[in-house]
């Protein structure tokens, strides 16, 4: 039963231009999304979040979009560079939903210079 | 100013034998999540644990799987008997806050099963 869904695996974007990740979700009930970046053999680390209060933040060249009507939310990397080659994972969380983080499947995405 | 810590980073174990994976949280963290990845696949979620208790196991193995994470010390995820299908990386993160703060990592301990 997956409830946070990242439907593509994996992503090529050529440097400088806009990387566009996306994730579906499918409990209402979720109030918090986050993103992770991880490289391999390395832990996820924490890139942005936002709560369902808002539709956008944004920090630097990294800005989620979150469109509740449509259980989706989106990351956005302007401009792209070969560092950001990694695998990337969304997450949701919310009170209600007992507390825990549900994770996607993750998407991984290169970046060619 | 450690970070989450989990050891060991690598763990071969041949079948039927334990595995014990330990898990020490970010300093003032007072929340654990346990997390799978097996190969080509995400993160799943195990199990979520507070200081002497477990909140939600939902995501745990019914047989052979068990967590703690006692007052003192760090959290234990133990697997008995291991089979080729444990083979994976186990990762531990903890938080401040429930359900609306961030998750922090370690850097996963990696477990193969001959």
């Known amino acids: 039963d997956q409830q946070v869904k990242q439907n593509s695996p994996s992503l090529s974007v050529q440097e400088g231009r806009i990387s566009i990740l996306n994730c579906d979700y499918t409990?209402?009930?979720?109030?918090?999304f986050l993103w992770y970046k991880k490289y391999p053999a390395e832990g996820p680390t924490f890139l942005i979040s936002?709560?369902?209060?808002?539709d956008k933040n944004e920090d630097g060249r990294f800005t989620v979009f979150l469109n509740k009507s449509a259980k989706h939310l989106s990351l956005h990397i302007v401009p792209s560079q070969p560092g950001d080659s990694a695998v990337y994972f969304c997450?949701?969380?919310?009170?209600?939903?007992?507390?825990?983080?549900?994770f996607g499947t993750g998407t991984s995405l290169t970046v060619i210079p | 100013n450690a970070g989450v810590m989990q050891n060991p980073r690598h763990l071969v174990r041949r079948r039927g034998q334990e595995a014990r994976l330990r898990c020490s949280p970010m300093?003032?963290?007072?929340?654990v999540y346990w997390y799978r990845q097996l190969p080509e696949e995400g993160l799943k979620f195990m199990v979520y644990?507070?200081?002497?208790?477990?909140?939600?196991e939902s995501g745990m193995p019914k047989e052979r799987f068990s967590a703690e994470f006692p007052k003192e010390g760090p959290s234990i995820l133990r697997i008995q008997q291991v089979v080729r299908g444990d083979s994976a990386a186990y990762f531990c993160?903890?938080?401040?806050?429930?359900?609306?703060?961030?998750?922090?990592f370690g850097e996963g301990s990696r477990l193969t099963v001959l």
């Open positions: 409990n209402s009930m979720f109030d918090y």
């Open positions: 936002i709560s369902s209060i808002k």
């Open positions: 644990l507070q200081k002497e208790n477990i909140i939600d």
């Open positions: 300093k003032g963290h007072s929340h």
């Open positions: 997450a949701a969380s919310g009170e209600s939903t007992g507390n825990q983080f549900y």
């Open positions: 993160a903890s938080s401040l806050l429930t359900g609306t703060g961030e998750l922090f």
